[in-house]
């Protein structure tokens, strides 16, 4: 709507409008470009005058389908319109803007033509995926163990597997990866197994000694040792006051083994 005021009458009611209505000042909504006359009369005396009203057509302006990105990436959001100039919500102006939202945004464009605005929205939804294959992990040759994977939607490991978890049971130290999937977007994690040599304990053979008497047992087969006396030697000298079974276990990069001698 746009108000139209008229003058050089002395009353309100001196004027008299095109459109019928009366009064210096009229409201008026044309549909299209209007010649608007009003005709003022005092006393007998008449003069006449025109105001034309152009009007535009309105803009129209679409912003584009809703988007998806993987966080980190770009996009270039592309508005069409009627004609005149774009400004978005997050101050660039153009019709093509690039942006990288770090979590979902919805983008206002308003398209200006003629002083006539139009506006539309278009949303960039953020898809993030964060990998992990889980901790690292120590096994001892001839064992398994079970890796998880999290963070996505799908999953897909270097063997070929593509369940969320695996058993795995390397004879050497392996490092094992993990494709996470969540739509478009994916993220590679690894995990690292490290694999112990076996252990094998071996200790003095069984003895026989007199009441009173020491004797020396010896074990062997690792780097560390623990005796069921609580010595943590290799070597020990026991006197026994009765027939005694002795436990030794070895240990050895993570992996362990028992032996006994009585």
């Not at 163990?145 to 130290?173: C, D, H, K, M």
Request: aromatic share 8%; glycine share 10%; with cysteine.
């Amino acid at each position: 709507s746009i108000e139209l005021e008229a003058s050089g009458g002395i009353q309100n009611n001196d004027y008299s409008w095109s459109t019928g209505q009366s009064g210096s000042t009229i409201t008026v909504i044309p549909s299209e470009t209007t010649e608007y006359t009003v005709t003022v009369d005092v006393n007998g005396c008449m003069d006449t005058d025109d105001v034309m009203i152009t009007v535009f057509d309105a803009p129209t302006v679409d912003a584009g389908p809703d988007e998806e990105i993987c966080f980190g990436d770009d996009i270039t959001l592309i508005a069409f319109g009627s004609g005149g100039s774009y400004e978005w919500s997050n101050g660039q102006t153009g019709d093509e803007i690039t942006v990288s939202p770090t979590s979902a945004t919805t983008y206002t464009v308003t398209l200006t033509d003629n002083g006539c605005e139009a506006t539309d929205e278009v949303e960039v939804d953020v898809i993030t995926v964060q990998a992990s294959a889980g901790p690292n992990q120590f096994l001892c040759e001839g064992e398994s163990v079970t890796l998880t994977a999290s963070g996505g939607s799908f999953y897909e490991w270097s063997t070929g597997q593509t369940q969320q978890s695996i058993s795995v049971s390397p004879s050497n130290t392996t490092t094992y990866f993990v494709t996470v999937s969540e739509g478009v977007c994916f993220e590679i994690a690894s995990v690292e197994v490290e694999v112990g040599p076996g252990v094998t304990a071996t200790v003095s053979t069984d003895q026989e000694i007199c009441a009173g008497e020491m004797v020396s047992l010896t074990a062997s087969g690792g780097t560390d040792y623990v005796w069921s006396t609580g010595e943590t030697t290799p070597d020990i000298i026991v006197n026994p006051g009765a027939t005694t079974t002795y436990t030794v276990t070895v240990y050895n990069q993570g992996s362990f083994a028992t032996a006994e001698t009585t």
